[in-house]
């Protein structure tokens, strides 16, 4: 006997509506990248009559894109790497002490930094950086790293917690040191969340605006988000072009997320049953 399923309208509306609200600014994205300005002051909704692949040659050239574009690769690398291996073992430290009042106060300490917004810090951490001669990319790449600690902490702390004591008890039986039981056992069983925390400092990273433009003083090491300011002038934007750079920059960190999306959906399955 074949039982028919309702149609959930409400749902599927809200969905369809969703839908719209991502796809249209990527269309948007799209179309405005292929016209010229006279399309463009014609209609900036339809799709053109001819397409300009030549704004995306005349991108690349007014800034420099595939030098910004391997300045951000590494950084943003770079920063992934180095926040997986140093946020999750400052975390584990926290975890597993959380009942020495040392330990708590400094958990405490990193969930208070979440709500200090960025501009209150932002002169400080200039003045320190150049104090410290690190207005470059490495210095970018350490203050992406600290930066993220906060989060990254309360994250991890709270997966740790919900891993059995006893797997740590049973490797120090076996004569593993704190280390070692940490890379074998701890640190493998938390690709799930390192899976979350790794696409999400890839993306803030990639797409940071804020910190590269104070901290960065050599143009040469300017970041994809940097180069292209180029596009802004005093009384004018070239949007066209302004919008070609702008998607080959965003088609990077789609691809990355897509597949990056299928490891997140894997992980967080498997710490479902963990």
Same mark, same amino acid.
């Given at each position: 006997?074949? /039982? ?40 900036? +909704? ?22 910004? +574009? ?5 950084? /943003? ?59 470059? !990319? ?12 906060? #989060? ?43 899976? /979350? ?15 590269? !433009? ?20 005093? #009384? ?6 302004? #919008? ?24 967080? /399955? ?5």
């Amino acid at each position: 006997m074949k /039982t028919s399923r309702r149609t959930n309208w409400p749902v599927l509306l809200l969905v369809a509506l969703g839908t719209i609200f991502i796809l249209f600014p990527l269309y948007m994205t799209v179309t405005i990248a292929l016209k010229n300005p006279e399309q463009m002051a014609h209609s900036a +909704f339809a799709f053109p009559t001819e397409l300009h692949w030549e704004n995306f040659s005349r991108a690349v050239e007014m800034t420099n894109f595939f030098s910004a +574009f391997q300045n951000s690769v590494m950084v /943003t690398t770079s920063t992934v790497i180095l926040t997986l291996l140093t946020n999750s073992m400052v975390a584990y430290a926290i975890a597993r002490n959380m009942q020495r009042r040392f330990f708590k106060g400094l958990y405490f300490y990193f969930v208070s930094a979440m709500f200090i917004p960025f501009p209150i810090i932002m002169l400080p951490i200039v003045k320190l950086a150049s104090g410290l001669h690190m207005t470059n !990319l490495f210095g970018l790449i350490m203050l992406h790293t600290v930066y993220g600690l906060a #989060f990254n902490v309360f994250v991890y702390v709270g997966y740790i917690r919900s891993i059995p004591v006893a797997l740590e008890e049973a490797a120090t039986v076996d004569g593993a040191t704190t280390w070692g039981t940490f890379w074998r056992i701890i640190f493998p069983l938390m690709a799930p969340i390192s899976a /979350t925390v790794g696409i999400l400092i890839c993306l803030s990273t990639y797409n940071d605006f804020l910190l590269p !433009l104070i901290i960065i003083s050599d143009a040469e090491q300017y970041t994809l988000p940097l180069v292209q300011y180029v596009f802004q002038g005093q #009384f004018n934007t070239d949007f066209n072009l302004a #919008f070609a750079s702008y998607l080959m920059a965003l088609l990077p960190m789609i691809i990355v997320y897509l597949i990056a999306q299928k490891w997140i959906i894997n992980g967080v /399955t498997q710490g479902s049953v963990k």
